[in-house]
């Protein structure tokens, strides 16, 4: 199936690959972005380069799509795994549980 | 031709991935270690964030030599779908420069990363203690790159074995596929190495 397909350029890719990671780098270096802003760019370019790894050189793009449903799944359960986790997390890092009980403890 | 013969001979083949069994193999295998990863990965976030003195990964790893590793681990990747590309239009020169050059790229970057702990572990960054906070820190980062580590280790050998069976032709042509199910497994350790990198150095 995939040999139909053999056009694909992939050094355009690399030099995608290569791009988005500079840009990766440079998100870091810029001191007036919030974490959260800073965490949303970052998870977005990662997202990207995997898609890119996945689809041109792993093929994904030319495989069946019963094939790439399955290959999504680890990534949906664990952005699921990311939620079902929050509540025990805390979302502010002072206040959580185990902590508050630790304090408690000590007197 | 009769039906049962019929039958049988398409039991050699999954609609999946009609080129071979092995692909469709490989890509569950891959599925399941994918799980791994982002459990690894999950947990991780969930101890920083619970944690009230987790340090700025950045200031302590840096980012310079494992942006380095990163683009090495790329330039891996982009030389094994050539090499993949070479076998498949019979070009066994070709094919073993390429799959060469990758399995160099995956040495220098074990290479990399051996310095890279060395230097942690001269610098006081324990597997359970950490001069600059939490002790989760320290743990997380050895498992995490560890593992990953062990994938590329796991990764030089298989291409390796390629490499030293195919070099004379063995996989050209008709019998790629035995490389595109190795490229699958190296792409994947350099996918998973572009996550680690962005949550574990950068963020």
Redesign the interface.
């Given at each position: 199936m995939a040999k139909h397909h053999r056009a694909t350029n992939y050094w355009a890719v690399w030099v995608w690959l290569a791009v988005l990671t500079i840009l990766e780098v440079g998100v870091t270096l810029i001191p007036e972005l919030t974490t959260l802003y800073k965490a949303i760019l970052l998870v977005a370019l990662a997202v990207g380069k995997a898609w890119l790894v996945a689809l041109y050189f792993m093929h994904l793009r030319f495989e069946t799509r019963t094939l790439g449903a399955i290959v999504l799944t680890p990534f949906v359960i664990c952005v699921f795994l990311v939620f079902m986790l929050m509540p025990d997390v805390g979302f502010e890092p002072r206040e959580s549980p185990i902590r508050a009980e630790h304090v408690e403890s000590d007197h | 031709m009769s039906e049962a013969v019929a039958m049988q001979n398409e039991s050699y083949e999954t609609?999946?991935?009609?080129?071979s069994w092995g692909k469709?193999g490989m890509?569950?295998f891959?599925?399941?270690d994918?799980?791994s990863f982002?459990?690894l990965?999950?947990a991780y976030?969930?101890m920083r964030?619970?944690?009230?003195d987790w340090p700025i990964p950045?200031d302590i790893l840096g980012?310079t030599l494992s942006?380095f590793m990163?683009?090495l681990l790329?330039?891996s990747?982009?030389t094994?779908?050539?090499g993949l590309?070479a076998a498949?239009k019979n070009d066994l020169d070709d094919f073993l420069r390429y799959i060469g050059l990758t399995i160099f790229g995956g040495a220098v970057f074990l290479g990399l990363q051996v310095y890279e702990w060395s230097h942690f572990i001269h610098g006081g960054l324990g597997f359970v203690g950490n001069p600059w906070g939490s002790p989760l820190f320290g743990t997380t980062f050895y498992v995490i790159t560890g593992f990953h580590g062990m994938h590329v280790t796991g990764g030089v050998i298989y291409l390796a074995c390629i490499w030293f069976k195919g070099r004379n032709g063995a996989y050209c042509g008709e019998n790629a596929s035995h490389v595109?199910i190795a490229?699958?497994y190296w792409?994947?350790v350099?996918?998973v190495w572009?996550?680690v990198?962005?949550?574990i150095y950068?963020?």
């Open positions: - | 609609p999946l991935t009609p080129e469709l890509w569950v891959l599925v399941g994918a799980m982002g459990t990965l999950a976030g969930a964030y619970s944690s009230g950045a980012v942006g990163t683009f790329i330039c990747s982009v094994m779908v050539k590309e498949q595109e490229g699958l792409h994947f350099d996918l572009i996550m990198f962005t949550f950068l963020l």
